[in-house]
């Protein structure tokens, strides 16, 4: 998992945006246990992409929960091509 977590605090760090593209990568719950840590408390993203991936609606209740509660900078959720 650190991996992953590395991964995406390079793609930020290389492309400057603020978006998060993590479309198409064959991501599980698992991963996205990882990317709610890591929007939590984190308000540099605007717009998340994880489309095309392979969470479940239990995965996505829990990003529900985060972005609900604690992230306010995310304005723009692509969600499309899940388990749901």
């Given at each position: 998992m650190l991996r992953f977590f590395d991964l995406v605090v390079k793609n930020h760090?290389?492309?400057g945006t603020r978006k998060l593209n993590l479309a198409e990568m064959a991501l599980g719950d698992q991963s996205?246990?990882?990317?709610?840590?890591?929007?939590?408390?984190?308000?540099?993203?605007?717009?998340?992409?994880?489309?095309?991936?392979?969470?479940?609606?239990?995965?996505?209740k829990h990003l529900a929960r985060v972005l609900q509660n604690h992230n306010r900078s995310i304005v723009h959720l692509s969600l499309g091509g899940n388990n749901i």
């Open positions: 760090k290389v492309t996205l246990s990882v990317i709610c840590k890591i929007i939590k408390n984190n308000e540099r993203f605007a717009e998340l992409d994880i489309s095309k991936n392979c969470f479940s609606n239990l995965g996505l």
